[in-house]
């Protein structure tokens, strides 16, 4: 049988999740500074870590030539 009270744990439960995803969020950011600067060696790719929003470190491949990222030079 659902009774308000549990109801409204669960809603609780739920809410707390949620701050808890933003707190994560936030400590990630600060944490990663992303002002790298790359350049794909084979077809001149720039990957400009503060347009990405995500770290050099996170790519896998150059989405134009697919060269590994260690065919990348760091430019700043
Ligand atoms: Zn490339």
Not at 10 to 17: L, T
Not at 32 to 41: D, E, M, N, W
Not at 42 to 51: K, Q, V
């Amino acid at each position: 049988m659902n009774t308000i009270l549990e109801e409204l744990r669960k809603q609780q439960i739920k809410s707390s999740v949620l701050d808890m995803d933003q707190q994560s969020e936030t400590a990630k950011k600060e944490e990663v500074k992303l002002t790298g600067v790359y350049r794909c060696r084979a077809c001149g790719y720039i990957f400009d870590e503060a347009l990405e929003g995500k770290p050099f470190s996170t790519l896998t491949e150059c989405p134009l030539c697919h060269v590994s990222p260690g065919g990348f030079m760091r430019l700043r």
